[in-house]
């Protein structure tokens, strides 16, 4: 879908009547400080007003009502660079990890509800297609994705492991076979080719042919090579994303500014991983998401491996990858939260999501009234998409009782007393 900012409808900015399926959150702080009210309805963000303004007079149905007093507002994040096939596997110790197609579904679906909860109410799927697996993980995803449909908006990447030469043709048949089953992005891992720009090529001129985004995994260890990528792609729509890019940060600082710069110009966006990539642990890193963001470079976060062989404590977390681009990468809060919501709905081709009228509806509710705090303890969470809360996280913090806390006033969420 293209990028597009659409235009609220005339009326949206007054009360009027709800609709009796409308959603109406109260009073909840955003991020420039205001308390509102925010009613939603067809999947949209009808009508936002201060604390109270869209009730009406009381006696006009208002659809169902969250209270979100003590809870800050925000755009919904987005998984950009997930792996449903292999997440959830790392306790598979008997063997090697199954490729059964109920075993991949149960994984898939079971990672995309555990990202669901922590707010993120899109995600994009790489997944292996060729090799022993041929197209059976694939057609799993894609059952999950069915599954899941009105709880979050589930795209797949197909990702061959070679492209050139002899081997390579059953990979570019297989790749042909993913789209027509239902892949939506063409991906895969030009590093482990033995011939890497024509494995580029060939994932370019596939996409060109199906009119498909391009999603590519590097490590970006050389400039020549990622040069040579950027002249290639330039201009290509729907677009070109690479991850995780780990090795710009090991480059000497003028060869990454100027491989940045080309990135830049070409308009391909940069998928970085601070949570722990998705390979090797020779390959770790995150890529120089502020030489990046300088240069003018779409940067996104995602989460890599959720809990598999590559990251068995994956979180898959969108609050922690914004995080860590705070707190390691010196990312003011705001720009760190884009990082994970914003840009990375760009990232994925969906439209632009505001706490204004005429918005999709697609928001998370955290416990908080700064984006400092809630990066800091994001644990109770409110997940609303297309308009509906499809996800509730509480947590609740007791202390037992002590003159400490009763003399200073100290907030207490909990009511209980502890033993």
Known sequence: ??????????????????????????????????????????????AVGTAGSLTGDGTRACGSRVDLGGYLLLPAPAEPHAHADTAL???????????????????????????LGHGATALRAHVRVGDVQELNALAAVLQARRSLRGLTELTTVAMPRLL???AGADGLAVLRDALKMGASVVGG??????????YVETVLEVASEHGCPVDLHTDATDPARLS???AMAGGLRPGVTLSPCGGLGRLPADVAARTADQLAAA?????????????????????????????????????????????????????????????????RPEDAYDCVSASARAALGLPEVRVEAGFPAELLAVRGERLASALSLAYSRIVVHRGRVVARTS?????????????????????????
Do not use: K, W
């Open 1 to 46: 879908m293209p990028d597009s900012q659409p235009q609220p409808p005339p009326s949206s900015s007054s009360p009027g009547p709800a609709d009796p399926g409308s959603l109406l959150l109260c009073g909840a702080h955003l991020t420039d400080g205001r308390t509102v009210d925010v009613r939603l309805s067809g999947g949209r963000i009808e």
């Open 89 to 115: 596997s790392a306790d598979d110790r008997d063997g090697p990890v199954s490729y059964a197609a109920e075993d991949v579904q149960r994984r898939a679906t079971e990672a995309a509800l555990l990202q």
């Open 164 to 166: 050139t030469g002899v």
């Open 189 to 198: 891992c030009p590093d482990l080719d033995p011939d890497p720009t024509g």
């Open 228 to 230: 040579r990528l950027a």
């Open 267 to 331: 308009g391909i966006t940069v998928v970085c991983l601070p949570q722990g990539g998705c390979g090797s642990a020779e390959r770790r890193g995150t890529a120089p998401v502020r030489l990046l963001r300088a240069a003018g470079v779409r940067v996104a976060a995602g989460s890599g491996a959720l809990q598999d062989v590559s990251n068995p404590v994956g979180r898959g977390d969108p609050f922690e990858a914004a995080y860590l681009l705070a707190s390691r990468h010196g990312l």
């Open 395 to 419: 947590a609740v913090r007791e202390y037992c009782d002590s003159a400490a806390t009763a003399e200073l006033g100290l907030p207490r969420q909990g009511r209980g007393e502890l033993s």
